[in-house]
């Protein structure tokens, strides 16, 4: 099992930025792709984006592409989202996973961090 530990929420005005960092730690010589998912209150979790173990292949909801970055720094066992150019959609919690392929229900089924809250206002 690899532990999570995601960082970086906070409040921004919409328009813009913020970067979240995930930090792995445990069984870090294994190779696992990198997922976020986000929940607002009220709603479900939605997948927002994914990268392979190397870094080649990344997967981006269709909301977010073009405005979310995802990375990812191995040799610190730390993933990245930027996002950028944020819509006013109020508070949501960012959740980090780790799972053996980009694949949605890889990651759902693998280790996952407690998560980190951001804001973002109108």
């Known amino acids: 099992q690899v532990q999570l530990v995601e960082s970086g929420g906070g409040l921004v005005q919409a328009g813009g930025s913020l970067r979240l960092s995930c930090a792995a730690s445990g069984r870090t010589n294994s190779n696992y792709a990198m997922g976020w998912f986000r929940q607002a209150p009220g709603k479900e979790r939605e997948f927002v984006a994914a990268i392979s173990w190397i870094g080649f292949v990344t997967s981006y909801a269709d909301s977010v592409k073009g405005r979310f970055t995802i990375s990812r720094d191995n040799a610190e066992n730390t993933v990245y989202l930027q996002m950028n150019s944020l819509n006013p959609e109020g508070p949501a919690v960012y959740y980090c996973?780790?799972?053996?392929?980009?694949?949605?229900?890889?990651?759902?089924?693998?280790?996952w961090g407690r998560g980190t809250q951001d804001t973002v206002s109108s």
């Open positions: 996973a780790a799972g053996l392929t980009i694949a949605v229900a890889h990651l759902e089924l693998g280790s």
